[in-house]
């Protein structure tokens, strides 16, 4: 578990990077495709703090390196999860990707695309999502987590703002591998560029993306001049 923020660290999985927030029980965001479950809880032990204290799952999306692990995570802890009401009707018939997406431009996006995703499982374990999530919604965790509905890279994606930690969970808005760049695939790109805008318009320092390295310092305005650079190509 690499601290992020004095209650916000970041698990990688390799391909992926799920989120703890350590509050008064611990919020588990994401969970990695399907069979993460006992790397997560290790990563957490190894982190000197208790899985068996995570009280609740947060799905940032419905995709299958995202929610693949949360029916088997909210079945050995009987916790509930949380998603955006649009993406929650998919995690609930097992769908984890909703059809067409379309690829993003680049060499990188490509061997991603062929190497990972191309070939891998669309479906997932389907879940109850028991507390469906809407844009504004502040959920009473770290002194308060909004949600924040950022359309495109999947229709319910959600980045959620830890407005106490500076912290921005910005999930798959975009990348940071060697710098911003733009998810490996979106369902409608324009929108997600759109919600980039959005999310930049608020306060924090620090974001953290599912694919890549986070980002520790200015993240606002590193996120707001990514967005003037795409919307000027
Ligand atoms: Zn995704
Ligand atoms: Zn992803």
Redesign the pocket.
């Known amino acids: 578990m690499k601290q992020i923020s004095s209650k916000v660290f970041q698990i990688s999985l390799g391909s992926v990077n799920v989120f703890l927030i350590v509050d008064d029980g611990l919020t588990l965001i994401d969970t990695g495709m399907k069979g993460s479950a006992d790397k997560i809880f290790s990563a957490i032990k190894k982190g000197g703090k208790d899985p068996g204290n995570i009280k609740r799952i947060i799905l940032t999306?419905a995709?299958p390196?995202?929610s693949g692990s949360a029916a088997e995570i909210s079945r050995r802890l009987n916790i509930p999860v949380f998603a955006h009401y649009i993406d929650a009707a998919l995690i609930e018939k097992g769908v984890g990707v909703r059809e067409p997406t379309y690829l993003s431009p680049g060499i990188i996006n490509w061997l991603i695309y062929n190497i990972f995703i191309k070939r891998s499982d669309r479906n997932i374990e389907p879940v109850l999502v028991e507390k469906k999530l809407s844009d504004h919604d502040i959920l009473p965790i770290a002194g308060g987590i909004q949600v924040i509905h950022t359309p495109g890279?999947?229709a319910g994606?959600v980045a959620l703002l830890i407005k106490e930690e500076g912290v921005l969970i910005a999930?798959?808005l975009c990348a940071n591998f060697v710098g911003l760049a733009l998810?490996t695939?979106y369902e409608d790109k324009d929108l997600g560029v759109k919600s980039l805008g959005k999310a930049a318009e608020f306060k924090f320092d620090k974001a953290l993306f599912?694919h890549g390295n986070p980002l520790e310092k200015d993240a606002s305005q590193q996120l707001k001049n990514f967005y003037n650079k795409l919307i000027a190509e």
Request: proline share 0%.
């Open positions: 999306h995709h390196d995202h890279h999947s994606h999930a798959d998810s695939v599912g």
